[in-house]
């Protein structure tokens, strides 16, 4: 496998770093100094930038994750499918290789919490702690079902406000989503319902709305089957030290997820953000810091690390 690197600069110098894998390229980007932190954002399809945490990044070196197929150039052969969690993993491994330090912590928002949870489950090794960030056990039809529910309940919250109808539209185009525009314009469509009270603040999210960019990802791999997850049992098993942070408001990957996540995983940890949606590193950028800087350094310290 081709794991040439585009430049001969240290792994985790700040900047952007690129090399290629089986001749699809893979980059990250690091910022920041102290423990390393390994990132890999949502969607799947969204891009990384929305995910930049400068709070973090005061006390953490942040390597975010520009996961395959996010860039022309980093697309698979059997693109818009294929990008599995076990893919997605595999990707993860042969970067923190390439990190060359013994451990990382790993963060993972959203669709990135269940890549985070598959990767604690199969390549524990590397881990010095896992970050699960607006997470579930579970997708399919129970995960559904619970987003239609808060889904419904924001609704009949914000009814009336000339905005909402487009918001509920967004959500129902997802399922005839075909093309990276579409992609876009439901991520961007459905964003307000993300946030806590996207509309009491909207000058202040409306640059982080507008500056979104995405890729359409089918979810099923290269037969076309779903990429289904439910880690209830396996959970309940992992030894890396975990966690679990949740928006209070939260209508995706919500309370019921983060508790549940929280009771399966031995002697995790769980972080309630109570004036979040999905986007906690946004909505209250202190305390999310200061809950992830503060799990880092416990658990560097615990294994023997050194700060």
Known sequence: MDTT???????????????????????????????????????????????????LEAHLTMVYVEPVGTAQDSRLPSHPHGYTRERYSRFLRILTNRLGVPKVHLLGHS???????HHALHRSGQLAG???????????????????RMVEAFAARHAGHPELPGVLAAFAAMSAIESDEQTEAVAKGVLPSYFADYWGDVERYTPFRDAIRATHISGLDEDLAPDVVDDRAALKDLAVPALVIVGRHDVICGMRWGLELAELIPDSRLLVLENSGHMGHVEEPRPFAEGVQRFVRETTLSRGGAL
């Open 111 to 117: 669709h990135g919490a269940f890549v985070a949870a």
């Open 5 to 55: 690197s585009a430049h001969t600069e240290p792994a985790l110098s700040p900047g952007t770093h690129t090399y290629r894998l089986g001749g699809v390229v893979q980059r990250y980007h690091v910022h920041g100094t102290g423990p390393v932190c390994v990132a890999h954002p949502g969607g799947p399809g969204i891009s990384w930038e929305y995910l930049r945490m400068p709070a």
């Open 130 to 148: 896992v970050v699960l960030y607006e997470g579930s056990p579970v997708t399919g039809p129970e995960h559904g079902a619970e987003a239609a």
